[in-house]
Structures are given as C-alpha cells and as structure tokens.
C-alpha cells in the first residue's frame, strides 16, 4: 500500500448517469481521493445538489462540459461516457492523466472485434494497445502499472469469475457452456428509453440481443485468454424488473474426472483471501439481494440432476462490481493503495 499521504485528485467524466452516481457515493468517503472535477453533457452547470439530492452537502464542484474542464489539476480520470463518445475524449486527454474507464471502448484487444460488435472502426488504435483489462482478481499484475484501464463490463464480470478457473484448471468441456444471465433495468443507463419506461419494465421479464449481445464477445476473449485457443459461448441476457443486480446461471459440462464438489474447490482455493470474490458453501443459493449496493461476487456451485454437469450461479451488483465498484478496485491498484479503499461497504438489506 502506498505510504504517501498525498490525495489523489479525481475527475468524474459523465458523472450524471448511474455510474457516475456510485463513483461519487463511494469516492466522496475515499480518503485518498479529492474530487476536483465533474462533467455532465445536458446537466452541464448545475450542481451534483440538484442532479442528486442524496448526495447533497458534500462540497462537490458543478458539473461543466468536456469543453470547459481544466485538467490542469487532475490526476486521474474515471470516465463515464457511453460507447464511442469515450474514445474521443480520451485520445485529447492531456498526457499526464491515468485513465479509468467505464465504457466498452477499450475492452478488446483487437480493434477488429470491437468493429463488428460496436458498428464503427474503433477511432484511438495506439491507445487500445496500452489499456489493460481491469478484471481485478484476474488481472492485477498488469493493472499496477497501466495508463488506461478498461473496467469490464458487467455481464462479463458476473461471468468470468467463476468461469475463468475452471477453464484453466481443465475441470470443464471449454466448448460447452451456457451462460443464462439476468440484469436490473439501470444496466441499460439513466436516458430516458421507451423501453425502459416503468410500464414497459414491471410485473415480466424478457430476453433481449437473443444470439447477438456484444458481451458475448468481451466474454469469450477472456474464456479465450485463460483456454489458450479460441472458445465460444452461448449466452442470453435478460431484464427483470428491478434497478440493480445480476444473476448469471451457468451450465458446464464436467471432464478430467471433476465433480461439483471438485470444482467448488477449486474456486475456493483461487479466491481464497479475497476481499470481494466468495465462494459460499455446499447447498447455499447465492441472490441479487445478498450483494446490493456492494463490490463483491458471490459465486455457488449445484450438481445438475443430468450426470456429468453442474449449474453455477454468479451474482453481483451491475452498478457496483459490475461498474463503478470495480473502477475504483482498479483505480487502487493502479496507485498502490488497498483494493478495499473507500469500497469496502457490506451489502444493503433488505
């Protein structure tokens, strides 16, 4: 952990939506950080008070455009931007400034995939090659001294996970998993959405990019990294109708003479000491309503009724662990600090 007292001094950039929300609600308690800086596109000029009233009284500075912010003074950006806009922006980021963002922009390592996943050419290529993907547990050497960190998203987050030691370990066929995830309605942001209105939402459930999610792919380049060879998943989001969490049920089929009990060891004995990701015991079902409002995974292993698979069940917060929770996990790492700073917050209940 860094010695230094120094505070780090913050921007937010995109500090109006949900996740600039959680990035205040934490790093207002943070006690290395200072927050010198926050951008707003249409709520440009008025104060966090009126954007978020329940973050009143904190002192914070208005909200301006990208266009009037002074960097001058900043240290590190978090960047809250939607998709594409990110790129823009960052690639005109003074030099000194070390990055963390929240967009897919810098997530795949081949500009190529991000094409065909986001419809355009990606716009900063020699900045893709310095951004490190900023899944905490599983990356954390790299992040120590990256420039530019690509938080993941938060599908891939509830997914990966669990899934990654397995597919290192050998324990599951690589080539036949099934990921059933399911998302509270502010995975989709603060504009406002037709189909995202209350009356569209509440009281049923549906799928949605059937086939066709661009987490698909942020999903199997990680699955690719740690199998060595190119892997390919099957999975289908869903929103329900509630504002946060995720449930990913997961289907894999067993091999090298693994079990479900096996295996649950296996995630134990990887995640063992960590702050945020647990593996909970033999029989205990793991719910959205268990991690709300916090920065951990909560990950469970089930032997399915058909011989040779197992069901795992990954939950976590979207805005938190799946967003501006792991951000600011990342963003201790980058500058020395603990992990747990400033997010080390048990879970709201009920």
Not at 96 to 109: E, G, I, M, P
Not at 137 to 151: F, H, Y
Not at 172 to 200: C, F, H, M, P
Request: charged share 25%; with cysteine.
């Amino acid at each position: 952990m860094s010695t230094n007292g120094k505070k780090v001094r913050v921007g937010i950039l995109g500090a109006s939506g949900y996740t600039g929300a959680e990035l205040l609600r934490f790093l207002v308690r943070h006690p290395r950080v200072e927050i010198v800086l926050l951008t707003a596109d249409r709520k440009a000029g008025s104060s966090i008070d009126q954007v978020f009233p329940h973050l009143a009284g904190e002192g914070l500075p208005k909200l301006v455009t990208i266009e009037e912010a002074d960097f001058t003074k900043v240290d590190t950006v978090f960047c809250a931007l939607p998709h594409a806009t990110t790129q823009q922006v960052v690639k005109k980021l003074p030099k000194h400034l070390r990055v963390v963002d929240l967009s897919a922009d810098f997530r795949f390592q081949d500009v190529e995939t991000y094409a065909k996943w986001y419809g355009h050419e990606h716009l900063a290529p020699d900045l893709q090659k310095e951004a490190v993907y900023g899944l905490t547990e599983i990356e954390r050497g790299a992040i120590s001294n990256a420039s530019l960190i690509a938080v993941p998203g938060c599908y891939p987050t509830s997914a990966l996970l669990p899934l990654v030691p397995l597919v290192e370990s050998g324990e599951i066929v690589k080539d036949d998993i099934v990921i059933d995830s399911k998302s509270g309605v502010t995975g989709a942001g603060r504009a406002a959405k037709e189909q995202n209105l209350y009356a569209e939402v509440a009281e049923g459930i549906h799928a949605y990019n059937i086939a066709n999610h661009r987490h698909s792919a942020e999903i199997e380049q990680g699955l690719s990294k740690a199998a060595g060879r190119p892997i390919v998943v099957n999975f289908t989001p869903h929103l329900m109708p509630m504002n946060r969490g995720i449930l990913s049920t997961i289907y894999v089929r067993l091999e090298n003479g693994a079990t479900p009990d096996s295996i649950r060891e296996t995630l134990k004995k990887r995640y063992a000491g960590e702050a945020f990701v647990k593996v909970v015991d033999k029989d205990v079902v793991p719910a959205t309503r268990h991690v709300r409002g916090s920065n951990l995974c909560l990950i469970g292993v089930f032997a399915d009724r058909v011989k040779g698979r197992a069901i795992i069940c990954s939950v976590i917060d979207n805005l938190v662990k799946g967003a501006s929770g792991q951000a600011i996990q990342d963003f201790n790492r980058m500058h020395g600090f603990a992990e747990t700073l400033g997010i080390d917050h048990a879970p709201m209940f009920p």
